[in-house]
């Protein structure tokens, strides 16, 4: 399995090792590592190498770990895809022991992992299995996931509450809906989606597709770019909502048009699949050629935890208000069901350097804390998201600060 590993520009002997884990299932670390909190940024269809002034090895060292093999750079020869969750958790626990058998020297650093979308189920999982073998990994501190894919059927009942409050579905047809499909106010539309000999089984297809149905980027609804003339060579990264609707019986995702090439979606994988970037890297020839997702593990991925629950260490959620694939709504519903104490209910955490200051919103459970980062999508920390807030979080929870400590400067 390939690993990119960035030590601290910091302290590197003391700072935090973080692992870094993409989601999909099916989608490579890298673009973690060249579009979101990486050192560097990849710009101008791969032409262009730039500085992150805000990236997250600023304050720890960071590895990006390509998993399942067959993403990225990890090599399975077989073919075969088929991987369920537990697989990938216990490779990944493989690809860790022998990451830090390989640099010794960061046993002693405290350890966190880390991701985003599948990763709500990539990271918990890793991280049960850290705890259980304090052997190997005597300083495993805990582990945070961004917009996280938790829970299905909170997903998807909560998706179709998100898009009637953005005002993506219409009033009468919604109301309608309620009326013939919920004996209360409280619909599981989930279930009825699953069940095909319910009379609500369409409806409750068009209601969850309803985001989809607007030609927005459902990642970053607020995203907008100018068209130009240039080539199309960008789309949108369709292997979460791949993976989260092949199970639900009824309709299938309705194909979006490619996005113009002014979103710049795949700058960082058309640079990974240049010649002298696989040379710099050390990719052996015989490794197939880059890509950002792998939709073939995400068409035969097997998940087996429709429900991924912390149970240990310091733990953090985060979301971007803006991304309807794994949205607010669905995290802090699933947070919220956990069962911890409350110990601080919702308030701002803040940027005293901006107006108005308020980030996002801050709720702290008895081991949990649960944070919102205002007019981010899926990928918060990307350049045209919220960065400077992303490292903000990330430097205070790693260093147990309030969150609305600034950076030092």
């Known amino acids: 399995m390939f ?33 979101e909190l990486g050192p560097f940024r990849v710009n101008n269809f791969g032409e262009e190498v730039v500085l992150n002034p805000y ?23 077989d073919g075969l895809w088929n991987y369920t969750d537990d697989e990938v958790a216990n490779d990944n626990l493989i690809a860790m022991m022998l990451w830090f058998g390989k640099f010794p020297e960061r046993r002693a650093n405290d350890f966190y992992v880390a991701g985003e979308s599948y ?44 898009s009637y409050n953005h005002g993506f579905i219409d009033e009468t047809f919604y109301r309608n809906s309620v009326q013939k499909c919920c004996s209360s106010g409280d619909c599981d539309f989930y279930a009825m989606a699953n069940n095909d000999k319910h009379p609500c089984t369409n ?30 060579v960008s789309s949108p990264p369709m292997a979460i909502i791949k993976q989260k609707t092949k199970a639900i019986k009824g309709k299938k995702y309705p194909k979006l048009d490619t996005l113009p090439s002014c979103a710049h979606y795949n700058d960082s994988t058309v640079y990974l699949m240049r010649q002298d970037v ?42 971007g208000d ?20 409350l110990l601080k209910a919702k308030e701002p955490w803040n940027d005293n350097d901006q107006l108005p200051p308020a ?19 899926h990928f918060t920390s990307s350049a045209n998201e919220k960065p400077k807030e992303s490292l903000q979080m990330f430097y205070n929870f790693i260093n147990g600060n309030d969150y609305s400590q600034p950076i030092p400067k």
Not at 6 to 22: A, F, I, R
């Open 3 to 35: 690993t990119g590993y960035v030590e601290s520009q910091n302290k590197p002997d003391t700072d935090p090792v973080v692992l870094w884990l993409n989601g999909g299932p099916g989608c490579s670390s890298l673009q973690g590592l060249t579009v």
């Open 55 to 77: 990236s997250w090895n600023k304050y720890a060292n960071i590895i990006f770990l390509d998993a399942p093999a067959g993403v990225g750079f990890s090599v399975r020869r």
């Open 119 to 162: 990763g709500g189920t990539y990271v918990p999982m890793l991280a049960q299995r850290l705890s259980n073998d304090w052997k190997n990994f005597p300083n495993f501190k805990g582990f945070f996931v961004g917009n996280g894919c938790l829970n299905s059927q909170l997903e998807f009942n909560s998706l179709i509450q998100y």
């Open 203 to 232: 409806i409750s297809m068009d209601l969850y597709y309803s985001n989809y149905y607007t030609g927005l980027d459902p990642y970053f609804l607020y995203f907008t770019c100018y068209l130009t003339d240039q080539p199309q």
């Open 278 to 319: 696989r040379a710099a890297l050390h990719i052996p020839s015989d490794v197939q050629p880059y890509s950002n997702c792998n939709d073939a593990i995400a068409e035969d991925y097997i998940q087996q935890y429709l429900d991924i629950s912390p149970f240990v260490k310091e733990v953090m959620f985060f979301n």
């Open 322 to 341: 803006i991304d309807s694939v794994c949205n607010v709504v669905h995290n802090e519903q699933f947070v919220q069901r956990l069962g911890y104490k």
């Open 359 to 377: 980030i996002g919103m801050l709720t702290r459970y008895d081991g949990v804390d649960l944070l919102t980062i205002r007019g981010a999508g």
